[in-house]
């Protein structure tokens, strides 16, 4: 079956330090690939996709690319900020089954000191 | 644009007291629907899943359900809560067509404590 695997958490870092969360996939199909972030105490909200290989995803600084030859998909940011903290996950899901379901990592907690 | 609505937003609830938990969408049709548990510090778990009204499917044995019986509108229930069923509960839905990435949109979430 399909799988996420994300580098194992916690992440401490100082502000304006360059950001990298690993992750990698296994998947019957070829899969869409999501970054979600959860704030503290809400829901998660997308983040960036891509849906092919070397396929860009972007948004808020974040960037991370779709890697097919080593089924990656690393999120990175350049410069975070102490409002960066937060959970990511990521998560994928291909055409397979009537309902399209996500299948997510276990989550990497970052913290992002002033 | 469309919104996802859960409530409510915070619950603490006696063992074995009953559980009502419901999810609402907006601005969309024959929504895709799915509940997910988060325990404290851990990932997502799909519980259940609704391609259609009165369609559930169940992803883990448990001692809870799931109903649908409006086309955006998603309720999870217990009939007796356990300890084990505290945790943050997520609401999301996706779009039915086979085109587009697949992403799910997910509600605030429901923090439940059973004491």
């Known amino acids: 079956g399909d799988s996420v695997t994300q580098m194992e958490g916690p992440v401490t870092l100082s502000e304006e330090a360059f950001l990298t969360i690993n992750c990698t996939y296994t998947?019957?199909?070829?899969?869409?690939l999501f970054w979600y972030v959860q704030y503290p105490g809400e829901g998660l909200q997308l983040l960036l996709k891509?849906?092919?290989?070397?396929d860009k995803g972007s948004n808020k600084g974040f960037e991370a690319t779709y890697r097919k030859e080593t089924t990656s998909f690393h999120l990175e940011k350049g410069s975070v900020q102490v409002s960066d903290s937060a959970v990511y996950f990521c998560?994928?899901?291909?055409?397979?089954?009537?309902?399209?379901?996500?299948?997510f990592g276990s989550g990497t907690q970052l913290t992002v000191l002033p | 644009s469309q919104t996802i609505h859960q409530w409510p937003a915070t619950l603490v609830q006696p063992v074995g007291s009953p559980l009502s938990l419901e999810c609402t969408v907006e601005g969309t049709s024959n929504p895709n629907l799915y509940w997910y548990r988060q325990a404290a510090g851990r990932g997502l778990q799909l519980l259940f899943y609704s391609v259609g009204i009165g369609q559930i499917s169940s992803e883990v044995p448990q001692n809870l359900s799931a109903s649908r019986p409006q086309d955006r509108q998603f309720i999870l229930s217990s009939k007796k809560l356990l300890l084990s069923d505290s945790g943050f509960y997520l609401c999301?839905?996706?779009?039915?067509?086979?085109?587009?990435?697949?992403?799910?949109?997910f509600g605030p979430g429901t923090r439940l404590t059973v004491l």
């Open positions: 998560a994928l899901t291909t055409f397979s089954g009537s309902a399209r379901q996500l299948t």
């Open positions: 891509a849906t092919k290989a070397d």
């Open positions: 998947a019957t199909g070829y899969p869409s």
């Open positions: 999301a839905w996706r779009g039915t067509s086979r085109l587009g990435p697949g992403e799910q949109f």
